[in-house]
T-cell receptor, first 115, second 112 residues
Framework: DQQVKQNSPSLSVQEGRISILNCDYT??????FLWYKKYPAEGPTFLIS???IKDKNEDGRFTVFLNKSAKHLSLHIVPSQPGDSAVYFC??????????????WGLGTSLAVNP | EPEVTQTPSHQVTQMGQEVILRCVPI?????FYWYRQILGQKVEFLVS????????KSEIFDDQFSVERPDGSNFTLKIRSTKLEDSAMYFC??????????FGNGTRLTVT
């Protein structure tokens, strides 16, 4: 089941620079996408989301871009900080009624921000 | 900020034994979930629960699994007869419905 793919298992960037995490999906029924951040020994924490009717959503240092035709989304973190070092998961939800529909997850990308 | 709490943080059990993983969702949330992550693999949906009944379950959630909300605060996942392949991190989550999921810190289940 490869409906949500994060092809880069790890990423390393310098503090202050931009981090770009990528995610691809195959299911055209997905209508809502989320990014979660996970520190070791903790559960995933919601970061930012985007509906399929939008192509960009911004929240402070975090911006998510959605390219529906390419079935691709990306998370930009600017400027990157050492505290951003974590595993970032892309997740997607298929269409249909009910806000509690299951999330389909990518494998995650481990981001290391170096001071 | 309210949190989802899970106990125990680590559970070791022998194959064939029953385990109960416990969760206390955020108090004003209405929807409850269990997800799991086998080491090195994706986070996988197990089950969602609303209004005292299962609203959706995955193919993983077979007859060996059950969920219960025995009182107004706890939400439990029971595995009747554990198998080696049930070893994973189990995450409980909750939300109000139209909001992102809030996850607990997980229970690491090790089946020997």
């Amino acid at each position: 089941d490869q409906q949500v793919k994060q092809n880069s298992p790890s990423l390393s960037v310098q503090e202050g620079r931009i981090s770009i995490l990528n995610c691809d999906y195959t299911n055209s029924m997905f209508d809502y996408f989320l990014w979660y951040k996970k520190y070791p020994a903790e559960g995933p924490t919601f970061l930012i989301s985007i509906s399929s009717i939008k192509d960009k959503n911004e929240d402070g240092r975090f911006t998510v871009f959605l390219n529906k035709s390419a079935k691709h989304l990306s998370l930009h973190i600017v400027p990157s900080q050492p505290g951003d070092s974590a595993v970032y998961f892309c997740a997607a939800r298929a269409g249909g009624a009910g806000n509690n529909r299951k999330l389909i997850w990518g494998l995650g990308t481990s981001l290391a921000v170096n001071p | 900020e309210p949190e989802v709490t899970q106990t125990p943080s680590h559970q070791v059990t022998q194959m064939g034994q029953e385990v109960i993983l416990r969760c206390v969702p955020i108090s004003n949330h209405l929807y409850f979930y269990w997800y799991r992550q086998i080491l090195g693999q994706k986070v996988e949906f197990l089950v969602s629960f609303y209004n005292n009944e299962i609203s959706e379950k995955s193919e993983i959630f077979d007859d060996q699994f059950s969920v219960e909300r025995p009182d107004g605060s706890n939400f439990t996942l029971k595995i009747r007869s554990t198998k080696l392949e049930d070893s994973a991190m189990y995450f409980c989550a909750s939300n109000r419905g139209n909001s992102p999921l809030h996850f607990g810190n997980g229970t690491r289940l090790t089946v020997t």
